[in-house]
Antibody
Framework: QVQLQQWGAGLLKPSETLSLTCAVY????????WSWIRQPPGKGLEWIGE???????NYNPSLKSRVTISVDTSKNQFSLKLSSVTAADTAVYYC???????????????????WGQGTLVTVSS | SSELTQDPAVSVALGQTVRITCQGD??????ASWYQQKPGQAPVLVIY???NRPSGIPDRFSGSSSGNTASLTITGAQAEDEADYYC????????????FGGGTKLTVL
């Protein structure tokens, strides 16, 4: 059973860089997208971006200029960096494994499972 | 703003059936996946693909799709089903981006 465990700094000052890492235990690293999702307090989920095992990335356009997602396949880990943080970046950040199924004749499918435990990142001066 | 639209809140009487919907252009090409989130916990996948349940998810949860609308149905809602529910898919741009609905707060009366 695949498990994700994440860690990183929980308190940042404005303009600093958020840095989180997620380790993957118990499963293959290839064939999936490794994703970051965040949730501001009391609000909904926001997709940040993803990376596959070969390093190909997709980013949310609203965050693209500040986000870098990287992968270390030797350690089965992937990481998130978000630069120039502000109070608006205060959120619980989750890592998750994304899987995608492409159909040649019907609907495709895309889902996240499992998820990490979440890390609350607070940006405050 | 989200490309997937959900009703903010839905309620259901204990033991009755409830449907939570998600609308968006991308759902013409993608099945929605559905997540249950209880306070202070990470989201949990409950439905993915055409109508697939991960191991451990009760069979009272089911999914369906028609046109640009996806639905999560809970048949015989239990008190423990009270939670926030989110749908998700790729977006409609074709740029391989992910998108979530705004979430639906389910209250079991």
């Amino acid at each position: 059973q695949v498990q994700l465990q994440q860690w990183g700094a929980g308190l940042l000052k404005p303009s600093e860089t958020l840095s989180l890492t997620c380790a993957v235990y118990g499963g293959s690293f290839s064939g999936y997208y490794w994703s970051w999702i965040r949730q501001p307090p009391g609000k909904g989920l926001e997709w940040i971006g993803e990376i596959n095992h070969s390093g190909s990335t997709n980013y949310n356009p609203s965050l693209k200029s500040r986000v870098t997602i990287s992968v270390d396949t030797s350690k089965n880990q992937f990481s998130l960096k978000l630069s120039s943080v502000t109070a608006a970046d205060t959120a619980v950040y989750y890592c998750a494994r994304a899987e995608e199924y492409s159909s040649s004749h019907g609907r495709h499918a895309y889902w996240f499972d499992p998820w990490g435990q979440g890390t609350l990142v607070t940006v405050s001066s | 703003s989200s490309e997937l639209t959900q009703d903010p809140a839905v309620s259901v009487a204990l033991g009755q059936t409830v449907r939570i919907t998600c609308q968006g252009d991308s759902l013409r090409s993608y099945y929605a996946s559905w997540y249950q989130q209880k306070p202070g916990q990470a989201p949990v996948l409950v439905i993915y693909g055409k109508n697939n349940r991960p191991s451990g998810i009760p069979d009272r949860f089911s999914g369906s799709s028609s046109g640009n609308t996806a639905s999560l149905t809970i048949t015989g809602a239990q008190a423990e089903d009270e939670a926030d529910y989110y749908c998700n898919s790729r977006d409609s741009s074709g740029n391989h981006l992910g998108v979530f609905g705004g979430g639906t707060k389910l209250t079991v009366l």
